[in-house]
Structures are given as structure tokens and as C-alpha cells.
Antibody
Framework: QVRLQESGPGLLKPSETLSLTCTVSGGYINSNYFYWGWFRQSPERGLEWIASFHYSGSTYYNPSLESRVTISANTTSVTHFYLQLSTVTAADSAMYYC??????????WGQGIMVTVSS | QSALTQPPSVSGAPGQKVTISCTGSSSNIGAPQDVHWYQQLPGAAPKLLIYKNTDRPSGVPDRFSGSRSGTSASLAITGLQPEDEADYYCQSYDSGLRASIFGGGTKLTVL
């Protein structure tokens, strides 16, 4: 059974860059069958898809965030992938989740990491 | 405001059936694009409940079922149990927005 775990800073200042890591256990991100992605949830914006990728190199971004987001994987590790979100503001404060995607759905989720942007 | 519209809340007594609707448009559900449903218990991450409109992941009870028709989809829960009390979200893909999108969520209260 695949498990995912988010890690990263919980508090950032406005204009900083958010960097999150998703650690995958019980599976590998180089599987041909799955995509991997990031989501976030806040009371103001609800559940929001941020970005997804396939290990073959395909990446997909929410157009509303595309100019500030990078999703990536480390070619030396098949159990980690990453999210970078630049120039954060208070509106980026949310619970951030990484997830495995199959057939368009997110079938396994991490427990989430709370990120707060405040000066 | 989400491109997928869900009722903010529904309720039912134990043992009863409830239905949660998810209304979209011709650029998402009606395209047609698949609809997926998630259950989110308090303080927990979302959990996949229904994928590709009608399919249940292994381990999800058959009390949960999904359907899609035109520009709408529905999640039905029969034999309501207290542990079903949670928030439920629909998700689809919008070709106009070029993004996976979620409904605003429906809070289910088991009376």
C-alpha cells in the first residue's frame, strides 16, 4: 500500500519561495501507471489542484498558478518529488497535500502539511 | 466560486439514503469528463470514494455509489451510518480552464 508524506517549512514570509517534499513509501514514482501531484485546501479557496507530473517528463500546471509553480522529481531518487511556489502571499496559506493520481483521480493522499504565510 | 456546484449541506437519519449532487457544465462533466468523489473526515486528508463516475476503490463499501448524467453527477449513500458524517467533494476536469477542478464540498450530517 503506497503512503505519501509531505515535509517542508510551516511558516514563510511574503515574497519567499515555498519548497515542499513528498516522500513516497510502498511504491515508486517511476511507475508507468501513475501520475503524482500536489493539491492545497483553504477555507477561502476550497480544494485546489496545483500541479501533476509523470515520471516520463510530462508536467501539468493549474493555469492560475503556473507562473509561480514548479513540480519536479529527483532523477537520483524514485521515492521523492517536490513542489516550489514562488513569491508567496497570505493567499497561499493552506494545507498542502501530495497525492498519487490514476485515471484522473487522486487515489492516495498524504496527511498534509499546514503552510502559513505571514510577516 | 467553483465551476462545480454542490449543496453546502445534506442530512439524514441512520439507515436512510442521501444523495449529493454535483452540477457542472459542457466544459467539464458534460464534455464529458469523468467525475470522482472524495470523503474527508474531520482533521483528515481526502479519501477517494468513487472514481470514473461509478467505480469504487477496493475497500469502499457498496453503500456508496456514483452516477453521471448530462452536466451533473451524484453520489448516493444508502444505509447511513454515524461514521459517514464528513465532507464530500466531487472532482472533474475542465477543458476551458485546463485544470482539474473540485466542487465546494457538501457537509453530511447524520442525525
Amino acid at each position: 500500500q503506497v503512503r505519501l508524506q509531505e515535509s517542508g517549512p510551516g511558516l514563510l514570509k511574503p515574497s519567499e519561495t515555498l519548497s515542499l517534499t513528498c516522500t513516497v513509501s510502498g511504491g515508486y514514482i517511476n511507475s508507468n501507471y501513475f501520475y503524482w501531484g500536489w493539491f492545497r485546501q483553504s477555507p477561502e479557496r476550497g480544494l485546489e489542484w496545483i500541479a501533476s507530473f509523470h515520471y516520463s517528463g510530462s508536467t501539468y500546471y493549474n493555469p492560475s498558478l503556473e507562473s509561480r509553480v514548479t513540480i519536479s522529481a529527483n532523477t537520483t531518487s524514485v521515492t521523492h518529488f517536490y513542489l516550489q511556489l514562488s513569491t508567496v502571499t497570505a493567499a497561499d496559506s493552506a494545507m498542502y497535500y501530495c497525492a498519487r493520481r490514476s485515471s484522473g483521480a487522486a487515489d492516495s493522499w498524504g496527511q498534509g502539511i499546514m503552510v502559513t504565510v505571514s510577516s | 466560486q467553483s465551476a462545480l456546484t454542490q449543496p453546502p449541506s445534506v442530512s439524514g437519519a441512520p439507515g436512510q439514503k442521501v444523495t449529493i449532487s454535483c452540477t457542472g457544465s459542457s466544459s467539464n462533466i458534460g464534455a464529458p469528463q469523468d467525475v470522482h468523489w472524495y470523503q474527508q473526515l474531520p482533521g483528515a486528508a481526502p479519501k477517494l470514494l468513487i472514481y470514473k463516475n461509478t467505480d469504487r476503490p477496493s475497500g469502499v463499501p457498496d453503500r456508496f455509489s456514483g452516477s453521471r448524467s448530462g452536466t451533473s453527477a451524484s453520489l448516493a449513500i444508502t444505509g447511513l451510518q454515524p461514521e459517514d458524517e464528513a465532507d464530500y467533494y466531487c472532482q472533474s476536469y475542465d477543458s476551458g480552464l485546463r485544470a482539474s477542478i473540485f466542487g465546494g464540498g457538501t457537509k453530511l450530517t447524520v442525525l
